[in-house]
């Protein structure tokens, strides 16, 4: 998921849709570098949530058990996907009630995978359902201490950067679906409510968002109550005038008093008494709550100090890269002035949006016709290159998800704004990163697997396979000879500098004092983004702790187990078959995929 979506996610550069659940998910370490042991619930024997012995059940039949009961829970995913049978006229319940009912269920399908046990055959049906629910299931019990709920007011992870792009989507071809489509949209101000009264609730408690994420939401937010709001966009795509009208009528009369009504709590009662410390250690439980979203996103469990040293380490052998190119083809600069000055100098920006998005355009076709060489298997489903709605103008880039049977391509939401300090040099790593072979390829061979792992594999995700992969991508179109030249290389290398960058960035704000000012400057020294794309970056690594690291170390992780593969393999390694093993199972724990990359290697032989 600029993207990454927490359910999703996804407010950032190279990351899955907003709406998308980033389930964190790891198993067991099995040889993952950075993992330690993972501090899961203690099994007990299984019980409903209101405590009554369960007769004990297979893997499939609590995987089928849980999905049904997140369908219901978070209907919002049935339009994600587009799943067949789906209804669409509800939003997740997110009261303190249903919060803690839904725990009650977590716990007890935990306690009976434990009773089931761990499927032995690496790559079974069951040992990827196995694998990727417990892990969900445990990793959802662990971020429990750090009552998210209770300060998600900043613009990066308020609802208002995650409902409107459903309505967008949202089914609107039958009456039914109409009808479907106003039952939602009605359930909307209650939604809304119920942020507020977490919020507000979070603040009696002593949680916030820091002041200065919070800020810019007072205006995001209220846009969504203009004219042009994308909460009107199911009556706007019905074609039916009568259907429209009634959606303009009930956006007027309740949905856009409701929004006011959010916007208003922000700046009147929320941001006077949001926090200056951007730090997530000035939230109740934050020094815990830091390393079990490193784990809930990354999979692995490396520690903030370790972190940050390889952070260093990696931005020290990047840059070593960097300076080669410029030694050979920009020499008389040094790498900080040559980064600085590419979204200042003509020659490397853009002159309007149009060319911004043409750009992009351009290499997604190249880079299409370059896959099956890399790849036995691709995706049925296309996607498309848009500029961000005026609405989210801000984004700097991220890909939303297309539906399962493959007929809805997914969106790269391309940032377009200010052209003239928009570098070309990042364009083509972006684009690789979010759509192929990054984002769209993997993601939609997940959705695309059918019957051959069980739906859950199909419909969760998590951010150190998901973003690992991404970042990975970067590299093979490389290797695939995608980049256009040297300028667009060294984007290339800039976008894996900030990747490492936010390893010592991220740790740095959390855990280390680090102020924003700092942040910035780093990322503005070792990058060719610009500096108001950095701006925004550096405020999602302050209200999304811990998320922006499985990027470096998911790409790290599959990077080691292709080293390895080429090594025991030699000149039987074949780069095709490797990524359809990779990709094959859908997003995978890394320490799973360590697993299933041992167990390939040793089929091959």
Same mark, same amino acid.
């Given at each position: 998921m600029r993207s990454e979506s927490r359910p999703s996610p996804r407010p950032d550069r190279n990351r899955r849709a907003d709406t998308r659940l980033i389930l964190a998910a790891a198993l067991l370490c099995l040889g993952a570098t950075g993992c330690h042991s993972y501090r899961a619930l203690p099994d007990a024997a299984p019980a409903d949530a209101n405590g009554a012995a369960l007769a004990?059940?297979?893997? !499939?039949?609590i995987a089928d058990d849980y999905l049904a009961a997140l369908l219901e829970h978070n209907p919002e995913l049935g339009t994600l996907y587009s799943l067949p049978g789906a209804r669409h006229d509800r939003l997740t319940d997110h009261s303190t009630e249903a919060r803690a009912a839904w725990q009650a269920r977590e716990d007890a399908w935990l306690a009976e995978l434990g009773a089931a046990g761990m499927p032995a055959e690496v790559g079974s049906r069951d040992w990827v359902t196995y694998g990727i629910l417990h892990e969900t299931l445990a990793s959802s019990a662990a971020i429990r201490v750090c009552r998210n709920e209770l300060w998600a007011a900043s613009s990066i992870t308020a609802w208002h950067r995650t409902v409107p792009s459903l309505f967008e989507i949202q089914p609107v071809d039958t009456p039914e679906l109409q009808r479907q489509a106003l039952q939602r949209l009605a359930a909307l101000p209650r939604y809304i409510d119920i942020e507020i009264a977490n919020l507000r609730r979070g603040l009696e408690s002593g949680y916030s968002a820091p002041r200065l994420t919070v800020a810019p939401a007072v205006d995001e937010v209220r846009a969504l109550a203009g004219a042009d709001s994308p909460l009107l966009s199911p009556g706007l795509r019905s074609g039916d005038p009568k259907f429209a009208a009634e959606v303009q009528a009930l956006f007027e009369s309740d949905i856009a008093p409701a929004v006011e009504r959010y916007a208003r709590f922000l700046e009147v009662d929320y941001l006077p008494r949001a926090r200056e410390d951007i730090g997530l250690g000035f939230n109740p439980g934050g020094a815990a709550c830091y390393p079990a979203l490193v784990r809930h996103y990354a999979t692995i469990e490396p520690s903030a100090s370790e972190i940050h040293r390889l952070g260093l380490a990696q931005v020290a052998r990047?840059?070593?890269?960097?300076?080669?190119?410029?030694?050979?083809?920009?020499?008389?600069?040094?790498?900080?002035?040559?980064?600085r000055g590419l979204n200042d100098d003509p020659r490397y920006t853009f002159g309007t949006e149009e060319e911004v998005l043409q750009y992009s355009v351009a290499a997604l076709a190249r880079a299409k016709a370059r896959m099956p060489e890399a790849f036995g298997r691709l995706p049925r489903a296309d996607v498309e290159i848009k500029a961000y709605p005026a609405y989210r103008?801000?984004?700097?880039?991220? /890909?939303?998800?297309?539906?399962? $049977?493959?007929?809805?391509?997914?969106?790269?939401?391309?940032?377009?704004?200010?052209?003239?300090?928009?570098?070309?040099a990042i364009q083509e790593s972006v684009l690789h990163h979010e759509t192929y072979p990054?984002?769209?390829?993997?993601?939609?061979?997940?959705? !695309? #697997?059918?019957?051959?792992?069980?739906?859950?594999?199909?419909?969760?995700?998590?951010?150190?396979?998901?973003?690992?992969?991404?970042? /990975?991508?970067?590299? #093979?179109?490389?290797?695939?000879?995608?980049?256009?030249?040297?300028?667009?290389?060294?984007?290339?290398?800039?976008?894996?500098?900030?990747?490492?960058?936010? #390893?010592?960035? $991220?740790?740095?704000?959390?855990?280390?004092?680090?102020?924003?000012?700092?942040?910035?400057?780093?990322? #503005?020294?070792n990058t060719a983004w610009p500096a108001v794309d950095i701006e925004s970056e550096v405020n999602r690594y302050i209200a999304w702790p811990g998320q922006a690291n499985s990027y470096m170390l998911g790409m790290l992780e599959i990077r080691r187990l292709r080293d390895l593969a080429e090594a025991e393999l030699g000149a039987d390694f074949d780069l095709r078959a490797f990524h359809d093993r990779v990709l094959g199972y859908g997003s995978v724990t890394l320490p799973m995929l360590d697993a299933s990359v041992r167990a390939w290697i040793a089929e091959q032989r």
């Amino acid at each position: 998921m600029r993207s990454e979506s927490r359910p999703s996610p996804r407010p950032d550069r190279n990351r899955r849709a907003d709406t998308r659940l980033i389930l964190a998910a790891a198993l067991l370490c099995l040889g993952a570098t950075g993992c330690h042991s993972y501090r899961a619930l203690p099994d007990a024997a299984p019980a409903d949530a209101n405590g009554a012995a369960l007769a004990q059940r297979d893997v !499939e039949a609590i995987a089928d058990d849980y999905l049904a009961a997140l369908l219901e829970h978070n209907p919002e995913l049935g339009t994600l996907y587009s799943l067949p049978g789906a209804r669409h006229d509800r939003l997740t319940d997110h009261s303190t009630e249903a919060r803690a009912a839904w725990q009650a269920r977590e716990d007890a399908w935990l306690a009976e995978l434990g009773a089931a046990g761990m499927p032995a055959e690496v790559g079974s049906r069951d040992w990827v359902t196995y694998g990727i629910l417990h892990e969900t299931l445990a990793s959802s019990a662990a971020i429990r201490v750090c009552r998210n709920e209770l300060w998600a007011a900043s613009s990066i992870t308020a609802w208002h950067r995650t409902v409107p792009s459903l309505f967008e989507i949202q089914p609107v071809d039958t009456p039914e679906l109409q009808r479907q489509a106003l039952q939602r949209l009605a359930a909307l101000p209650r939604y809304i409510d119920i942020e507020i009264a977490n919020l507000r609730r979070g603040l009696e408690s002593g949680y916030s968002a820091p002041r200065l994420t919070v800020a810019p939401a007072v205006d995001e937010v209220r846009a969504l109550a203009g004219a042009d709001s994308p909460l009107l966009s199911p009556g706007l795509r019905s074609g039916d005038p009568k259907f429209a009208a009634e959606v303009q009528a009930l956006f007027e009369s309740d949905i856009a008093p409701a929004v006011e009504r959010y916007a208003r709590f922000l700046e009147v009662d929320y941001l006077p008494r949001a926090r200056e410390d951007i730090g997530l250690g000035f939230n109740p439980g934050g020094a815990a709550c830091y390393p079990a979203l490193v784990r809930h996103y990354a999979t692995i469990e490396p520690s903030a100090s370790e972190i940050h040293r390889l952070g260093l380490a990696q931005v020290a052998r990047i840059r070593a890269e960097m300076q080669a190119i410029i030694d050979e083809h920009f020499a008389g600069t040094t790498i900080e002035a040559f980064l600085r000055g590419l979204n200042d100098d003509p020659r490397y920006t853009f002159g309007t949006e149009e060319e911004v998005l043409q750009y992009s355009v351009a290499a997604l076709a190249r880079a299409k016709a370059r896959m099956p060489e890399a790849f036995g298997r691709l995706p049925r489903a296309d996607v498309e290159i848009k500029a961000y709605p005026a609405y989210r103008a801000t984004g700097t880039g991220e /890909y939303h998800s297309s539906s399962e $049977d493959g007929t809805r391509p997914g969106i790269y939401y391309i940032a377009v704004v200010d052209p003239t300090r928009r570098s070309r040099a990042i364009q083509e790593s972006v684009l690789h990163h979010e759509t192929y072979p990054g984002h769209h390829l993997q993601g939609a061979i997940a959705l !695309e #697997l059918g019957d051959g792992v069980h739906p859950i594999a199909r419909y969760l995700w998590n951010s150190g396979f998901g973003e690992g992969w991404a970042l /990975y991508s970067e590299r #093979l179109a490389d290797e695939l000879g995608l980049y256009s030249g040297p300028l667009d290389r060294m984007g290339l290398l800039s976008d894996q500098a900030a990747r490492a960058a936010r #390893l010592v960035v $991220d740790s740095g704000i959390h855990t280390q004092g680090w102020t924003r000012q700092q942040a910035v400057d780093y990322m #503005l020294n070792n990058t060719a983004w610009p500096a108001v794309d950095i701006e925004s970056e550096v405020n999602r690594y302050i209200a999304w702790p811990g998320q922006a690291n499985s990027y470096m170390l998911g790409m790290l992780e599959i990077r080691r187990l292709r080293d390895l593969a080429e090594a025991e393999l030699g000149a039987d390694f074949d780069l095709r078959a490797f990524h359809d093993r990779v990709l094959g199972y859908g997003s995978v724990t890394l320490p799973m995929l360590d697993a299933s990359v041992r167990a390939w290697i040793a089929e091959q032989r």
